[in-house]
């Protein structure tokens, strides 16, 4: 199928290359609603439209006097809604893989309907919101952790300063394990010294 028989070129009355045939037949294929326009604004640059399925549309001084863009424009005068730009490739190697991808994902009937998009996105914004409301709540708890420290060292009511801290259990268990006296083992405090002889007080009556 030649690019004169395809119906998602537009010129737009200009004399300029079309893409490859086989890259438009892609799109074509993919969704036979839309249509690339060469760019009134960016040379070598392309304006990916879609046909406008309701609505008799506007006439050219009302679009003139809503729309600033040229390219936006071109679109809306050849019955379209702009959907992106596409860039001729510096290799000259048209791959319609990656916007066709990039179009799958932003396709709302793909994804259920425009209800079902919807729900989507306020799901997301909710996410987020907890999400940041978490991340200020954390924030806050540590930082009123720390000033309260601070306050403590400050007024002398504690002696703790901010370097201070203690290694974790595992290290302080290994370090300290040796040296950890057992209830039933004695105490060899006072070795070598001399033991005093315990002297009986006898009781005294009338004294």
């Known amino acids: 199928m030649s690019t004169t028989e395809l119906r998602n ?8 290359d079309a893409p490859p045939a086989y890259f438009l037949q892609r799109l074509y294929d993919f969704d036979a609603m839309l249509v690339l326009m060469p760019s009134r604004e960016q040379p070598g640059a392309y304006v990916l439209g879609r046909r406008k399925q309701w609505g008799a549309g506007l006439t ?3 679009i003139d006097a809503v729309y600033t863009k040229a390219d936006t424009k071109m679109a809306i005068l050849n019955g379209c809604v702009p959907v992106c730009m596409v860039f001729k490739p510096i290799s000259g190697n048209w791959t319609p893989d990656s916007l066709i991808a990039k179009l799958a994902a932003r396709d709302i009937w793909a994804h259920g309907g425009a209800n079902k998009v919807a729900d989507m ?8 919101k907890a999400a940041t409301r978490a991340a200020i709540r954390d924030d806050l708890y540590n930082r009123s952790g720390d000033a309260w420290r601070s306050y403590q060292a400050r007024t002398g009511q504690s002696s703790i300063k901010f370097h201070d801290f203690l290694p974790p259990k595992t290290q302080r268990s290994a370090a300290s394990g040796s040296g950890i006296r057992k209830k039933n083992s004695k ?4 070795l070598g010294q001399p033991r ?12």
């Open 60 to 62: 050219e001084r009302a």
């Open 187 to 190: 105490s060899t405090a006072g």
């Open 9 to 16: 070129w537009n010129p737009d009355g200009r004399r300029i």
């Open 121 to 128: 996105l306020e799901a997301q914004e909710e996410a987020e």
């Open 196 to 207: 005093r002889k315990k002297t009986r007080r006898r009781a005294t009556i009338g004294r």
